[in-house]
T-cell receptor
Protein backbone atom coordinates (compact mmCIF):
# COMPACT_ATOMS: atom_id res chain seq x y z
CA UNK A 1 0.00 0.00 0.00
CA UNK A 2 1.13 3.51 -0.73
CA UNK A 3 1.98 5.84 2.13
CA UNK A 4 2.87 9.51 2.42
CA UNK A 5 4.99 10.82 5.27
CA UNK A 6 5.44 14.39 6.40
CA UNK A 7 7.95 14.42 9.22
CA UNK A 8 7.67 18.09 10.13
CA UNK A 9 4.53 18.78 12.18
CA UNK A 10 5.36 22.49 12.31
CA UNK A 11 7.63 24.89 10.50
CA UNK A 12 8.13 28.62 10.77
CA UNK A 13 9.63 31.23 8.47
CA UNK A 14 10.24 34.94 8.47
CA UNK A 15 8.32 36.99 5.94
CA UNK A 16 10.24 37.29 2.62
CA UNK A 17 12.44 34.31 3.48
CA UNK A 18 12.45 30.83 1.95
CA UNK A 19 11.19 27.65 3.59
CA UNK A 20 11.18 24.01 2.50
CA UNK A 21 8.58 21.48 3.56
CA UNK A 22 9.50 17.80 3.36
CA UNK A 23 7.50 14.87 2.04
CA UNK A 24 8.44 11.28 1.38
CA UNK A 25 6.27 8.55 -0.04
CA UNK A 26 6.38 4.83 -0.52
CA UNK A 27 5.12 3.08 -3.63
CA UNK A 28 6.06 0.25 -5.93
CA UNK A 29 4.41 1.93 -8.89
CA UNK A 30 6.13 3.92 -11.61
CA UNK A 31 3.13 5.91 -12.78
CA UNK A 32 1.71 8.33 -10.24
CA UNK A 33 1.09 11.97 -9.44
CA UNK A 34 2.08 14.07 -6.45
CA UNK A 35 0.44 17.17 -5.06
CA UNK A 36 0.86 19.83 -2.43
CA UNK A 37 -2.35 21.22 -0.97
CA UNK A 38 -2.75 24.22 1.31
CA UNK A 39 -5.48 24.22 3.97
CA UNK A 40 -6.12 27.57 5.65
CA UNK A 41 -8.42 27.88 8.71
CA UNK A 42 -11.39 28.01 6.31
CA UNK A 43 -10.77 24.22 5.88
CA UNK A 44 -10.89 24.38 2.08
CA UNK A 45 -8.05 22.41 0.48
CA UNK A 46 -6.38 24.50 -2.23
CA UNK A 47 -4.04 22.98 -4.80
CA UNK A 48 -0.59 24.56 -4.66
CA UNK A 49 1.33 22.46 -7.15
CA UNK A 50 1.17 19.16 -9.04
CA UNK A 51 3.92 16.88 -10.34
CA UNK A 52 3.59 13.98 -12.75
CA UNK A 53 6.05 11.22 -11.91
CA UNK A 54 7.00 10.71 -15.56
CA UNK A 55 8.21 14.30 -15.83
CA UNK A 56 11.81 14.83 -14.82
CA UNK A 57 11.46 18.59 -14.67
CA UNK A 58 10.42 19.95 -11.29
CA UNK A 59 7.09 21.76 -11.27
CA UNK A 60 6.96 25.46 -10.39
CA UNK A 61 4.07 27.84 -9.74
CA UNK A 62 5.22 31.40 -9.10
CA UNK A 63 6.82 31.40 -5.62
CA UNK A 64 6.22 27.67 -5.15
CA UNK A 65 8.51 24.98 -6.52
CA UNK A 66 9.17 21.34 -5.80
CA UNK A 67 12.26 19.18 -5.57
CA UNK A 68 11.10 15.84 -6.94
CA UNK A 69 13.59 13.02 -6.35
CA UNK A 70 11.94 9.94 -7.82
CA UNK A 71 14.62 7.44 -6.84
CA UNK A 72 14.61 8.71 -3.26
CA UNK A 73 10.80 8.98 -3.26
CA UNK A 74 11.04 12.53 -2.00
CA UNK A 75 8.84 15.48 -2.93
CA UNK A 76 9.67 18.67 -1.04
CA UNK A 77 7.96 22.03 -1.45
CA UNK A 78 9.95 25.25 -1.49
CA UNK A 79 8.19 28.52 -0.79
CA UNK A 80 10.20 31.58 -1.78
CA UNK A 81 9.58 35.15 -0.61
CA UNK A 82 7.18 33.89 2.06
CA UNK A 83 4.11 35.99 2.71
CA UNK A 84 1.83 36.22 5.73
CA UNK A 85 -0.93 34.67 3.62
CA UNK A 86 1.13 31.52 3.18
CA UNK A 87 0.46 30.57 6.81
CA UNK A 88 -1.64 27.38 6.74
CA UNK A 89 -1.51 23.60 6.95
CA UNK A 90 0.25 22.04 3.98
CA UNK A 91 -0.52 18.50 2.89
CA UNK A 92 1.46 16.33 0.52
CA UNK A 93 -0.67 13.87 -1.46
CA UNK A 94 -0.19 10.94 -3.83
CA UNK A 95 -2.45 9.40 -6.46
CA UNK A 96 -1.71 6.28 -8.45
CA UNK A 97 -1.74 6.49 -12.23
CA UNK A 98 -3.57 3.19 -12.35
CA UNK A 99 -7.33 2.96 -12.42
CA UNK A 100 -7.95 4.60 -9.07
CA UNK A 101 -9.05 7.99 -7.82
CA UNK A 102 -7.94 7.98 -4.22
CA UNK A 103 -5.74 10.78 -3.03
CA UNK A 104 -3.51 9.58 -0.20
CA UNK A 105 -2.54 12.41 2.11
CA UNK A 106 0.23 12.90 4.63
CA UNK A 107 -0.45 14.19 8.13
CA UNK A 108 0.40 17.76 7.24
CA UNK A 109 2.84 20.48 8.22
CA UNK A 110 1.66 23.65 9.94
CA UNK A 111 3.52 26.64 8.50
CA UNK A 112 3.75 29.84 10.52
CA UNK A 113 4.96 33.04 8.89
CA UNK A 114 6.34 35.78 11.12
CA UNK A 115 6.51 39.45 10.08
CA UNK B 1 -22.15 27.95 -8.17
CA UNK B 2 -18.55 28.98 -8.56
CA UNK B 3 -17.15 26.39 -6.19
CA UNK B 4 -17.98 23.22 -4.29
CA UNK B 5 -20.61 23.96 -1.67
CA UNK B 6 -21.13 21.85 1.44
CA UNK B 7 -23.98 22.15 3.90
CA UNK B 8 -24.26 22.44 6.78
CA UNK B 9 -20.96 24.04 7.69
CA UNK B 10 -21.20 22.62 11.19
CA UNK B 11 -23.41 19.91 12.61
CA UNK B 12 -23.76 18.79 16.20
CA UNK B 13 -25.70 15.62 16.81
CA UNK B 14 -26.31 13.20 19.63
CA UNK B 15 -24.82 9.75 19.67
CA UNK B 16 -27.09 7.30 17.92
CA UNK B 17 -28.77 9.86 15.66
CA UNK B 18 -28.87 9.87 11.86
CA UNK B 19 -27.21 12.68 9.88
CA UNK B 20 -27.04 13.75 6.26
CA UNK B 21 -24.27 15.89 4.82
CA UNK B 22 -24.78 17.56 1.46
CA UNK B 23 -22.33 18.40 -1.31
CA UNK B 24 -23.03 20.58 -4.36
CA UNK B 25 -20.17 20.07 -6.85
CA UNK B 26 -19.03 22.48 -9.50
CA UNK B 27 -21.44 22.42 -12.42
CA UNK B 28 -20.34 19.98 -15.10
CA UNK B 29 -17.97 18.01 -12.89
CA UNK B 30 -18.66 14.32 -13.34
CA UNK B 31 -16.33 13.10 -10.59
CA UNK B 32 -17.19 13.63 -6.93
CA UNK B 33 -15.25 12.54 -3.85
CA UNK B 34 -15.86 12.37 -0.13
CA UNK B 35 -13.02 12.48 2.38
CA UNK B 36 -12.96 12.45 6.17
CA UNK B 37 -10.42 14.50 8.12
CA UNK B 38 -9.97 13.70 11.79
CA UNK B 39 -8.28 16.17 14.11
CA UNK B 40 -4.57 16.46 13.39
CA UNK B 41 -4.70 14.15 10.38
CA UNK B 42 -4.78 14.43 6.64
CA UNK B 43 -7.98 13.68 4.76
CA UNK B 44 -8.84 10.02 4.25
CA UNK B 45 -10.70 8.77 1.20
CA UNK B 46 -14.26 7.55 1.69
CA UNK B 47 -15.97 7.22 -1.70
CA UNK B 48 -15.72 8.29 -5.33
CA UNK B 49 -18.58 8.83 -7.76
CA UNK B 50 -18.33 8.94 -11.52
CA UNK B 51 -21.69 10.32 -12.61
CA UNK B 52 -24.44 8.67 -10.61
CA UNK B 53 -22.57 5.52 -9.68
CA UNK B 54 -20.17 4.87 -6.85
CA UNK B 55 -17.03 3.79 -8.69
CA UNK B 56 -15.07 3.15 -5.51
CA UNK B 57 -16.54 2.95 -2.01
CA UNK B 58 -13.64 1.10 -0.44
CA UNK B 59 -12.98 3.89 2.06
CA UNK B 60 -16.35 3.76 3.79
CA UNK B 61 -15.50 2.55 7.30
CA UNK B 62 -18.59 0.38 7.89
CA UNK B 63 -22.19 -0.12 6.86
CA UNK B 64 -23.37 2.86 8.91
CA UNK B 65 -21.95 5.08 6.17
CA UNK B 66 -23.70 5.44 2.82
CA UNK B 67 -23.56 8.00 0.03
CA UNK B 68 -25.74 8.72 -2.98
CA UNK B 69 -25.62 10.89 -6.06
CA UNK B 70 -28.94 10.15 -7.77
CA UNK B 71 -28.80 12.69 -10.60
CA UNK B 72 -25.06 12.88 -11.06
CA UNK B 73 -24.79 16.27 -9.40
CA UNK B 74 -25.58 16.79 -5.70
CA UNK B 75 -24.36 14.09 -3.35
CA UNK B 76 -25.45 13.22 0.16
CA UNK B 77 -23.34 11.38 2.71
CA UNK B 78 -25.54 9.57 5.21
CA UNK B 79 -24.39 8.31 8.58
CA UNK B 80 -26.64 6.10 10.69
CA UNK B 81 -26.39 5.52 14.45
CA UNK B 82 -23.65 8.09 14.81
CA UNK B 83 -20.80 7.41 17.23
CA UNK B 84 -18.42 9.83 18.93
CA UNK B 85 -15.64 8.47 16.74
CA UNK B 86 -17.45 9.78 13.68
CA UNK B 87 -16.63 13.33 14.78
CA UNK B 88 -14.49 14.85 12.04
CA UNK B 89 -14.53 17.28 9.13
CA UNK B 90 -16.13 15.73 6.08
CA UNK B 91 -14.72 17.16 2.86
CA UNK B 92 -16.25 16.92 -0.59
CA UNK B 93 -14.37 17.50 -3.84
CA UNK B 94 -15.23 17.45 -7.52
CA UNK B 95 -13.30 17.30 -10.77
CA UNK B 96 -13.99 17.34 -14.50
CA UNK B 97 -13.09 13.69 -14.76
CA UNK B 98 -10.69 11.19 -13.27
CA UNK B 99 -7.77 13.04 -11.70
CA UNK B 100 -5.29 11.04 -13.75
CA UNK B 101 -7.10 11.79 -17.00
CA UNK B 102 -5.38 14.02 -19.54
CA UNK B 103 -6.58 17.57 -19.12
CA UNK B 104 -7.83 17.08 -15.57
CA UNK B 105 -5.36 18.77 -13.31
CA UNK B 106 -7.03 18.92 -9.94
CA UNK B 107 -9.96 18.20 -7.68
CA UNK B 108 -11.66 21.25 -6.16
CA UNK B 109 -12.58 20.97 -2.51
CA UNK B 110 -15.41 22.48 -0.52
CA UNK B 111 -15.00 23.95 2.95
CA UNK B 112 -16.23 20.81 4.60
CA UNK B 113 -18.81 19.97 7.24
CA UNK B 114 -17.54 19.73 10.79
CA UNK B 115 -19.53 16.94 12.44
CA UNK B 116 -19.50 16.71 16.21
CA UNK B 117 -21.17 13.75 17.88
CA UNK B 118 -21.88 14.33 21.57
Amino acid sequence: AQTVTQSQPEMSVQEAETVTLSCTYDTSESDYYLFWYKQPPSRQMILVIRQEAYKQQNATENRFSVNFQKAAKSFSLKISDSQLGDAAMYFCAYISGRNTDKLIFGTGTRLQVFP
Amino acid sequence: GAGVSQTPSNKVTEKGKYVELRCDPISGHTALYWYRQSLGQGPEFLIYFQGTGAADDSGLPNDRFFAVRPEGSVSTLKIQRTERGDSAVYLCASSLGRMTQTGVTEAFFGQGTRLTVV
